[in-house]
């Protein structure tokens, strides 16, 4: 996992945790790697982890059962995509329209671009 | 738990250390920052025992460091930055001192020598500098010791080795383990250091977790210089700006940066992170 300059760690970490519960890695009801796990593979500090772990709690993406663990919730990837839905309509598409105003690309643009 | 209370540490006339106080708890993994001769390794020196301070006390564990009891070193490791030379192999060294740390693991000290592609036939004085340090690295964590203390580790090793250095270090943690790295080379161990402690002369300039950091300060990568800045850097592609975070937005450290922030306004951002 490369990491980018821009966002915090954690926040990358509980990006990646998500991906790999879209791409159907970890499935709902799969335990999912503790977080000491996830720090060795990344090499990061294991608080860092704990973070993005506390976080994903707070979502409702994983919970914790005694004795198991970190699990995937049941509709995790609902919530996942609602959420990136979300951030997509509110932080990417208007930086997107503001740069098609900037370059004056007009919609019929866009749209002969769709393959 | 590493408790300093006032403490004062000088080398003949010269001060290092002028009342200072510093807590280190344990489950983390403490980055130790400063400028060259600020007493970074001295402090190290006189928390496993071989300085003792003048004036005021460190503790570990309740236990005093300076007094070196075995029940207080079975439990401490400290790799200075100079590595020794030994006309032995490590594996040889390594059963040496094991027999002095209750833990000490040497099927761990084989599958580290392993992992960190270390050649377990050759002796130190017959290794590179990078693969010395690794070997002593395989040494120190084989110990299994609560307290490790590491100074500059990752000076001489590869690209590939510096991942590595990460991977081992995140593995060896635990709730119970408390380990102090002081280095200069921040981007080996960007990810890994959380607290950060930058000591200046005679004085302790910050000492925060990233989430204390980031709560008071704001990392903004743009393309321009901010006026309101503590500090401004040029960086490919712009600028970044280590500002106030006056609205509590989220942001990524770049501890660099922040290293250069401190040392320009070390009085403002003193008075900033002990401001609840």
């Given at each position: 996992?490369?990491?980018?300059?821009?966002k915090?760690?954690?926040?990358?970490?509980?990006?990646h945790?998500?991906?790999?519960?879209?791409?159907?890695?970890?499935?709902?009801?799969?335990?999912?790697?503790?977080?000491?796990?996830?720090?060795?593979?990344?090499?990061?500090?294991?608080?860092?982890?704990?973070?993005?772990?506390?976080?994903?709690?707070?979502?409702?993406?994983?919970?914790?059962?005694?004795?198991?663990?970190?699990?995937?919730?049941?509709?995790?990837?609902?919530k996942?995509?609602?959420?990136?839905?979300?951030e997509?309509?509110?932080?990417?598409v208007?930086?997107f329209?503001?740069?098609?105003?900037?370059?004056?690309?007009k919609?019929?643009?866009?749209?002969?671009?769709?393959? | 738990?590493?408790k300093?209370?006032?403490?004062?540490?000088?080398?003949?006339?010269?001060?290092?250390?002028?009342?200072?106080?510093?807590?280190?708890?344990?489950?983390?993994?403490?980055?130790?920052?400063?400028?060259?001769?600020?007493g970074?390794t001295?402090?190290?020196?006189?928390?496993?025992?071989?300085?003792?301070?003048?004036?005021?006390?460190?503790?570990?564990?309740?236990?005093?460091?300076?007094?070196?009891?075995?029940?207080?070193?079975?439990?401490v490791?400290?790799l200075?930055?100079?590595?020794?030379?030994?006309?032995?192999?490590?594996?040889?060294?390594?059963?040496?001192?094991?027999?002095?740390?209750?833990?000490?693991?040497?099927?761990?000290?084989?599958?580290?020598?392993?992992?960190?592609?270390?050649?377990?036939?050759?002796?130190?004085?017959?290794?590179?500098?990078?693969?010395?340090?690794?070997?002593?690295?395989?040494?120190?964590?084989?110990?299994?010791?609560?307290y490790?203390?590491?100074d500059?580790?990752?000076?001489?090793?590869?690209?590939?080795?510096?991942?590595?250095?990460?991977?081992?270090?995140?593995?060896?943690?635990?709730?119970?383990?408390?380990?102090?790295?002081?280095?200069?080379?921040?981007?080996?161990v960007?990810?890994?250091?959380?607290?950060?402690?930058?000591?200046?002369?005679?004085?302790?300039?910050?000492?925060?977790?990233?989430?204390?950091?980031?709560?008071?300060?704001?990392f903004?990568?743009?393309?321009e210089?901010?006026?309101?800045?503590?500090?401004?850097?040029?960086?490919?592609?712009?600028?970044?700006?280590?500002?106030?975070?006056?609205?509590g937005?989220?942001?990524?450290?770049?501890?660099?940066?922040?290293?250069?922030?401190?040392m320009?306004?070390?009085?403002?951002?003193k008075?900033?992170?002990?401001?609840?």
């Amino acid at each position: 996992m490369d990491f980018n300059g821009h966002k915090p760690i954690y926040l990358q970490i509980y990006d990646h945790v998500c991906e790999r519960i879209l791409n159907g890695e970890f499935r709902s009801g799969d335990r999912v790697m503790s977080v000491r796990e996830l720090g060795i593979e990344l090499g990061v500090n294991p608080n860092t982890v704990m973070r993005a772990f506390e976080r994903l709690q707070m979502k409702e993406i994983i919970a914790t059962k005694r004795g198991i663990g970190f699990y995937v919730c049941d509709d995790a990837k609902e919530k996942i995509l609602s959420e990136q839905k979300k951030e997509f309509l509110e932080t990417e598409v208007p930086e997107f329209l503001k740069k098609m105003e900037l370059y004056g690309i007009k919609m019929e643009d866009i749209i002969k671009c769709r393959v | 738990m590493i408790k300093i209370n006032n403490l004062d540490f000088a080398y003949n006339n010269t001060q290092v250390f002028k009342n200072i106080s510093l807590e280190f708890e344990k489950g983390n993994i403490y980055g130790l920052l400063g400028e060259n001769g600020v007493g970074k390794t001295t402090l190290l020196k006189l928390i496993c025992g071989l300085q003792k301070p003048q004036h005021g006390s460190v503790t570990v564990d309740g236990l005093t460091p300076s007094m070196r009891q075995p029940q207080f070193l079975q439990n401490v490791y400290f790799l200075p930055e100079e590595v020794i030379t030994e006309d032995t192999t490590p594996e040889k060294f390594i059963q040496k001192i094991g027999v002095f740390y209750p833990r000490y693991d040497f099927a761990l000290f084989n599958q580290l020598m392993k992992e960190l592609e270390v050649d377990l036939a050759k002796k130190f004085n017959e290794l590179s500098h990078g693969q010395k340090k690794k070997a002593l690295l395989a040494c120190a964590l084989s110990l299994q010791t609560d307290y490790l203390f590491l100074d500059e580790p990752t000076n001489g090793l590869d690209i590939p080795s510096k991942a590595l250095f990460r991977k081992v270090i995140s593995q060896y943690c635990n709730d119970e383990t408390t380990v102090i790295i002081s280095t200069h080379q921040v981007k080996d161990v960007e990810n890994l250091i959380d607290p950060i402690i930058i000591l200046d002369r005679d004085d302790v300039l910050l000492k925060a977790s990233f989430a204390e950091i980031t709560k008071k300060l704001y990392f903004e990568y743009g393309p321009e210089r901010l006026q309101n800045a503590y500090y401004t850097e040029m960086l490919p592609g712009g600028y970044i700006n280590v500002m106030p975070n006056e609205d509590g937005l989220e942001s990524n450290i770049n501890i660099e940066a922040l290293f250069n922030a401190v040392m320009k306004n070390k009085e403002t951002i003193k008075n900033l992170m002990q401001n609840e």
